[in-house]
């Protein structure tokens, strides 16, 4: 990033309250908590894959779907609302979920 743009963005977080943590490049472990949350996407598309007994020519699919069940589901860190609820304003349907 030149020093300007990264002059702009650190103003920008800083209004925005936005807290940055730097870490050391292609060191993913550092930040846990998006790491733990791959894992469990990662352990969901596995189980939908191996339960559907579906090859890995679904992966995509199965991620897909596994990020969408994640945004449609409550939460209790968001006082038990959905993620698409806390955006959107309104709470999403599940007339349209299938069995994956």
């Not at 945004?71 to 993620?83: G, R, V």
Request: proline content about 4%.
């Amino acid at each position: 990033m030149t020093n300007k743009l990264h002059i702009f963005f650190t103003d920008y977080c800083k209004k925005a309250g936005i807290v940055r943590h730097k870490i050391v490049v292609k060191i993913p472990q550092q930040n846990g908590l998006a790491e733990k949350f791959n894992r469990t996407i990662l352990e969901r598309v596995r189980c939908m894959l191996l339960s559907a007994n579906l090859s890995k020519n679904f992966w995509v699919k199965a991620v897909m779907t596994a990020c969408y069940l994640i945004n449609s589901c409550p939460s209790t860190t968001i006082n038990m609302k959905t993620l698409e609820e806390v955006w959107s304003g309104h709470p999403p349907s599940y007339d349209t979920l299938r069995v994956f």
